[in-house]
């Protein structure tokens, strides 16, 4: 007869040892409101330097035919480009390789049937009306032309103009948010630099080396480029 009191009163006990362990518990919803939004800056340039791409590639019955070739040819590219104006260091090599062509015959057995040796550089063209000039000379002079890309010299400067506008444009529509949620901005919680895109525009194509002397210089355009410079940012938001 005993058991059935101790029972009820040990039941009267832990309701109360649970209600006061759910009013301890942190809320889920009781951290200070925020609003993260995205902001863009971008503007329009006109490129004023270019990287002019160019592959010397030679195929010849053994490695040593291939690679002297090869050097020949790079060596006569090299000194044209230079007697054009073009600094030294404005030349860069940027790929050396020298490899085995194999004969993949169907019935027949893998052979090596010629090597093939390619020397890439890079040129730095600055300005841009000399590309056309430098693109039909190492043509001449035994280049494959590869491609353009456009971009301009004082991109740095450029660019840390338009982050201080992009989070301005993350300020400005953070408030708008702040405002339609009948609040204010608080303090500024973080900023992410999301990744820039490439500023250049290539302008790829291929030209062999085997025309005639007189090859005329191709027209270049290099029309306009888009800079932009993107931001994500958060504040905290407070009652108006």
């Not at 503007?43 to 590639?57: G, Q």
């Not at 993350?170 to 990744?195: C, F, N, V």
């Not at 027209?219 to 888009?226: A, C, K, Q, S």
Request: net charge negative; glycine share 8%; charged share 20%.
């Amino acid at each position: 007869m005993n058991a059935i009191p101790a029972l009820v009163a040990a039941a009267l006990l832990f309701i109360p040892t649970a209600g006061v362990a759910d009013e301890s518990a942190p809320s889920a919803a009781g951290g200070a409101p925020t609003v993260a939004v995205g902001g863009q800056a971008s503007e329009d340039a006109k490129p004023d330097v270019a990287t002019l791409s160019l592959s010397i590639e030679v195929q010849k019955p053994t490695a040593t035919e291939a690679a002297n070739e090869n050097a020949r040819r790079a060596d006569a590219v090299i000194a044209g480009l230079k007697s054009a104006g073009v600094e030294a260091k404005d030349i860069a090599t940027v790929g050396l390789s020298l490899y085995p062509v194999w004969n993949n015959s169907q019935n027949q057995p893998r052979v090596v049937s010629a090597y093939q040796a390619t020397n890439r550089i890079a040129v730095r063209v600055q300005p841009l009306d000399k590309a056309g000039g430098l693109i039909a000379q190492a043509v001449v002079n035994g280049a494959e032309y590869q491609g353009l890309a456009f971009d301009v010299s004082d991109r740095e400067a450029r660019e840390d103009a338009l982050r201080v506008k992009a989070v301005e444009n993350a300020a400005h529509r953070a408030e708008l948010y702040a405002r339609g949620a009948a609040m204010k901005l608080g303090p500024l919680q973080s900023i992410h630099a999301d990744a820039a895109a490439p500023v250049f525009r290539p302008l790829m194509a291929t030209a062999r080396a085997g025309g005639a002397p007189g090859v005329s210089a191709p027209p270049i355009e290099p029309g306009l480029i888009t800079l932009t410079e993107t931001v994500s940012a958060t504040w905290a938001l407070a009652p108006q």
